[in-house]
């Protein structure tokens, strides 16, 4: 038993290494479903892809708005910086802050997650729609799954923080949360990057 | 050491059912996996007896090319996914904490929860024989547009792949953050056990590769159930696509099931050896080698779709001729002047070796760029893969069962059983497999159900079922043998081999606590180290 975890007492956390381990296979995630995206944009004849007389006639149009995706990222960002502030608090043993910028990221992740929603109904065209549908469903569908399942994160650590659970020592499980809330983020932005912007 | 009377607690005793399913000790847990994956071991051995009596003869008409479609499918998704990438996980559970010194795992309860994704996986994936349509029946591989053309089977087939790939990622961060963070004082990363090395890098790869593989399995999906058109040029999309994505997780998968095995066989060769691994370093960064340049040699398995830049990718494929070639030098050089004995484990480990260096000279041949077009998708592809993860793989299983057989269950298997299983073994492997280069090479294509007589293939492919019956036969002295094994009492003792590492620094089996007290590490032979003093230093 002596030998026990006799490494772990510098540096990080095993748990924070585990974390991280498990962030990077996320990244991999991610990174099949943008390669796919990058090689089905490089195949393309023209990007959006060409649509067949039947689906015109169903009214279907390959185009984004813009606007609301571009709020949507603002939002989002600015709930990151919200989300470290959160961190940084507790790092000075303030729970409060604390409280406030997790209640603040969790609000607007929320409101993110909405949006999102409200944009999807907007659109006219469905995942069946050429590549640029599936794509396009595929990478923002699995991102707000993402933004769901960081925002259920951020919701636990809140509660446990109302709790008390957290001080200036001990907040593992909200750098965790900070650092994923960060992840979802730079996904989102090269997400809204590359099918928003890059025309 | 390590005899000492361990006090337990009188009054409750979970009952052994609840015991083992509760269970979070990676011994048990390691037990676990070793049970299932024989378990599946055997189910696929059985799917490949179908398949080789559907072969046997010209005209065949046993099993009829439907069920055929599903029987090798599901003998190679079992052979892979169910046994071969979890037994190595069954062997590090076990076997990473004690030769780390550690106590546990880092994350006892996520290595539970990786475990037992497992089984419902498992059934899953089975249980497509029973629904309409059947199991699934497009390969492995699951080309588009063939995976997109066949029933729900298909679809429990790509659920169960992606929670098994969960399985094995979270159950890689646990293995690296564990290799980290757990190890005993003066453990150093270069005085780590080769077998935790191969364990490593494996982890590495498995974490890096295997959400790739959920990524494509997560597309395979969308087009067949919500219209999604990635596979589909029809809407723009690409069936090339889903080759670059699956290639890119099972190519570096194919050194997630062979590298555990050759930490099993860097283990054993020395033991049996009387001498230290030869060249300790050159495999380690052999090893960390052979895991880079997987990640860059997925598209040799696809040279003949025209659209892989074949200079590229065929260097790269050579290149990892390299680092493997350092690794049997490795193996020689241990052997080289060594006082050698040949218990059954050794016997698996050298089998290992010359079937192994079979398969990476028939894989080699076939990277170069010609020689590919021509064999591509021929028998010459199943000898290659066979001479690798049989010749290779199965014997460090086996290899390995013997030799910490005494550890995990306190009894030794008998010798002269192990011995008849492993001449029985490799006579059946080499009749079974070394045929299938001949058939390749006269143009029998892999995954047909019936070939016509003219085609003169009858021959080698009555001789090639011949074999893989007799590796069934090999496996009963072994049933046998374990039998004998388990109605003896417990009577190894720590060390009955004379090992090296820390594992047999405690009793077997260990307590769940594993060790009383470790010996001090000072070279990547501790138990050599303690045996001889200090003067070998």
Same mark, same amino acid.
């Given at each position: 038993?002596?030998?026990?975890?006799?490494?772990?007492?510098?540096?990080?956390?095993?748990?924070?290494?585990?974390?991280?381990?498990?962030?990077?296979?996320?990244?991999?995630?991610?990174?099949?479903?943008f390669?796919?995206?990058?090689?089905?944009?490089?195949?393309?004849?023209?990007?959006?892809?060409?649509?067949?007389?039947?689906?015109?006639?169903?009214?279907?149009?390959?185009?984004?708005?813009?606007?609301?995706?571009?709020?949507?990222?603002?939002?989002?960002?600015?709930?990151?910086?919200?989300?470290?502030?959160?961190?940084?608090?507790?790092?000075?043993?303030?729970?409060?802050?604390?409280?406030?910028?997790?209640?603040?990221?969790?609000?607007?992740?929320?409101?993110?997650?909405?949006?999102?929603?409200? &944009?999807?109904?907007?659109?006219?065209?469905?995942? &069946? &729609?050429?590549?640029?549908?599936?794509?396009?469903?595929?990478l923002?569908?699995?991102?707000?799954?993402?933004?769901?399942g960081? !925002?259920?994160?951020?919701?636990?650590?809140?509660?446990?923080?109302?709790?008390?659970?957290?001080? !200036?020592?001990?907040?593992?499980?909200?750098?965790?949360?900070?650092?994923?809330?960060?992840?979802?983020?730079?996904?989102?932005?090269?997400?809204?990057?590359?099918?928003?912007?890059?025309? | 050491?390590?005899?000492?009377?361990?006090?337990?607690?009188?009054?409750?005793?979970?009952?052994?059912?609840?015991?083992?399913?509760?269970?979070?000790?990676?011994?048990?847990?390691?037990?676990?996996?070793?049970?299932?994956?024989l378990?599946?071991?055997?189910?696929?051995?059985?799917?490949?007896?179908?398949?080789?009596?559907?072969? =046997?003869?010209?005209?065949?008409?046993?099993?009829?090319?439907?069920?055929?479609?599903?029987i090798?499918?599901?003998?190679?998704?079992?052979?892979?996914?169910?046994?071969?990438?979890?037994?190595?996980?069954?062997?590090?559970n076990?076997?990473?904490?004690?030769?780390?010194?550690?106590?546990?795992?880092?994350?006892?309860?996520?290595? =539970?929860?990786?475990?037992?994704?497992?089984?419902? =996986?498992?059934?899953?994936?089975?249980?497509?024989?029973?629904?309409?349509?059947?199991?699934?029946?497009?390969g492995?591989?699951?080309?588009?547009?063939?995976?997109?053309?066949?029933?729900?089977g298909?679809?429990?087939?790509?659920?169960?792949?992606?929670?098994?790939?969960?399985?094995?990622?979270?159950?890689a961060?646990?293995?690296?953050?564990?290799?980290?963070?757990?190890?005993?004082?003066?453990?150093?990363?270069?005085?780590?056990?080769?077998?935790?090395?191969?364990?490593?890098?494996t982890?590495?790869?498995?974490?890096?590769?295997?959400?790739?593989?959920?990524?494509?399995?997560?597309?395979?999906?969308?087009?067949?159930?919500?219209?999604?058109?990635?596979?589909?040029?029809?809407?723009?999309?690409?069936?090339?696509?889903?080759?670059?994505?699956?290639?890119f997780?099972?190519?570096?998968?194919?050194?997630i099931?062979?590298l555990?095995?050759?930490?099993?066989?860097?283990?054993?060769?020395?033991?049996?050896?009387?001498?230290?691994?030869?060249?300790?370093?050159?495999?380690?960064?052999?090893?960390?080698?052979?895991?880079?340049?997987?990640?860059?040699?997925?598209?040799?398995?696809?040279?003949?779709?025209?659209?892989?830049?074949?200079?590229?990718?065929g260097?790269?494929?050579?290149?990892?001729?390299?680092?493997t070639?350092?690794?049997?030098?490795?193996?020689?050089?241990?052997?080289?002047?060594?006082?050698?004995?040949?218990?059954?484990?050794?016997?698996?480990?050298?089998?290992?070796?010359?079937?192994?260096?079979?398969?990476?000279i028939?894989?080699?041949?076939?990277?170069?760029?010609?020689?590919?077009?021509?064999?591509?998708?021929?028998?010459?592809?199943?000898?290659?893969?066979?001479?690798?993860?049989?010749?290779?793989?199965?014997?460090?299983?086996?290899?390995?069962?013997?030799?910490?057989?005494?550890?995990?269950?306190?009894?030794?298997?008998?010798?002269?059983?192990?011995?008849?299983?492993?001449?029985?073994?490799?006579?059946?492997?080499?009749?079974?497999?070394?045929?299938?280069?001949?058939?390749?090479?006269?143009?029998?294509?892999?995954?047909?159900?019936?070939?016509?007589?003219?085609?003169?293939?009858?021959?080698?492919?009555?001789?090639?079922?011949?074999?893989?019956?007799?590796?069934?036969?090999?496996?009963?002295?072994?049933?046998?043998?374990?039998v004998?094994?388990?109605?003896?009492?417990?009577?190894?003792?720590?060390?009955?081999?004379?090992?090296?590492?820390?594992?047999?620094?405690?009793?077997?089996?260990?307590?769940?606590?594993?060790?009383?007290?470790?010996?001090?590490?000072?070279?990547?032979?501790?138990?050599?180290?303690?045996?001889?003093g200090?003067?070998?230093?």
């Amino acid at each position: 038993m002596a030998a026990h975890g006799a490494a772990e007492r510098q540096g990080m956390t095993n748990s924070m290494l585990g974390f991280i381990l498990f962030l990077a296979s996320e990244v991999m995630f991610f990174g099949g479903l943008f390669a796919a995206y990058f090689i089905a944009r490089a195949d393309a004849p023209a990007w959006p892809p060409p649509l067949t007389p039947e689906q015109i006639a169903e009214g279907v149009k390959l185009e984004l708005e813009v606007v609301l995706p571009a709020i949507s990222t603002g939002i989002l960002v600015v709930s990151s910086i919200t989300m470290q502030y959160a961190v940084w608090q507790i790092q000075k043993g303030n729970q409060g802050g604390m409280l406030w910028g997790l209640f603040i990221s969790l609000a607007l992740g929320i409101v993110f997650l909405a949006a999102q929603l409200y &944009d999807y109904t907007q659109l006219h065209f469905l995942a &069946d &729609d050429t590549i640029y549908g599936t794509t396009f469903y595929t990478l923002t569908g699995f991102h707000g799954a993402h933004v769901a399942g960081g !925002a259920l994160f951020i919701a636990v650590v809140t509660v446990r923080g109302l709790g008390g659970q957290f001080t !200036a020592e001990n907040h593992e499980a909200v750098e965790a949360a900070s650092m994923y809330w960060h992840f979802v983020d730079v996904v989102w932005i090269a997400l809204f990057t590359v099918l928003y912007i890059i025309k | 050491m390590a005899t000492v009377a361990v006090p337990q607690l009188s009054g409750y005793h979970r009952p052994a059912v609840l015991d083992w399913i509760t269970t979070v000790d990676h011994k048990k847990l390691g037990i676990l996996y070793l049970y299932f994956t024989l378990f599946f071991f055997a189910v696929g051995g059985i799917l490949a007896l179908l398949v080789r009596t559907q072969l =046997a003869v010209a005209d065949n008409s046993f099993v009829g090319n439907d069920a055929y479609n599903q029987i090798f499918t599901m003998h190679a998704s079992a052979m892979l996914f169910l046994f071969i990438i979890p037994v190595w996980a069954g062997f590090g559970n076990y076997l990473v904490p004690l030769q780390i010194g550690a106590a546990d795992m880092a994350f006892p309860r996520i290595n =539970a929860l990786s475990f037992w994704m497992l089984p419902p =996986a498992g059934i899953l994936m089975f249980a497509g024989f029973i629904v309409d349509g059947g199991a699934a029946d497009g390969g492995w591989t699951a080309y588009s547009p063939l995976a997109q053309q066949t029933g729900v089977g298909m679809d429990m087939w790509i659920i169960a792949v992606i929670v098994l790939g969960m399985s094995s990622t979270i159950g890689a961060a646990n293995f690296l953050v564990t290799m980290f963070r757990m190890r005993a004082p003066g453990m150093t990363m270069f005085r780590m056990p080769i077998f935790c090395w191969t364990m490593l890098v494996t982890a590495l790869l498995q974490l890096l590769a295997t959400p790739v593989l959920a990524a494509a399995l997560v597309m395979l999906f969308i087009d067949r159930n919500y219209g999604g058109q990635f596979f589909d040029p029809n809407g723009g999309g690409n069936v090339v696509l889903w080759q670059n994505v699956f290639w890119f997780y099972s190519h570096p998968a194919v050194y997630i099931m062979i590298l555990p095995g050759m930490g099993i066989v860097s283990e054993i060769l020395p033991v049996f050896s009387r001498k230290p691994l030869f060249g300790y370093k050159a495999f380690v960064f052999a090893t960390i080698g052979i895991g880079g340049l997987g990640f860059s040699v997925w598209a040799h398995h696809m040279f003949t779709t025209g659209s892989v830049l074949l200079p590229f990718f065929g260097f790269m494929t050579f290149m990892i001729g390299v680092p493997t070639g350092v690794k049997i030098f490795n193996w020689l050089g241990t052997l080289w002047g060594g006082s050698i004995s040949f218990p059954t484990p050794m016997l698996f480990a050298i089998g290992f070796v010359s079937m192994f260096l079979i398969g990476g000279i028939n894989g080699t041949y076939s990277a170069a760029v010609p020689v590919d077009f021509a064999l591509h998708d021929t028998y010459f592809v199943v000898a290659h893969i066979h001479y690798v993860l049989f010749g290779g793989s199965v014997f460090a299983v086996f290899g390995g069962l013997y030799y910490w057989f005494p550890k995990i269950w306190g009894r030794k298997l008998n010798e002269r059983l192990g011995k008849l299983h492993f001449a029985l073994m490799f006579v059946g492997f080499n009749v079974a497999f070394f045929p299938m280069h001949m058939l390749g090479l006269d143009g029998m294509p892999r995954r047909i159900a019936v070939y016509a007589d003219s085609a003169g293939w009858e021959a080698l492919n009555m001789l090639s079922t011949g074999g893989a019956f007799l590796i069934a036969v090999s496996m009963i002295p072994f049933l046998i043998a374990v039998v004998m094994a388990f109605m003896r009492p417990k009577d190894q003792p720590d060390d009955p081999w004379e090992a090296n590492t820390l594992e047999w620094a405690t009793t077997s089996p260990p307590p769940h606590y594993n060790f009383d007290s470790l010996p001090p590490v000072r070279s990547e032979r501790p138990l050599f180290d303690a045996r001889h003093g200090d003067e070998a230093h």
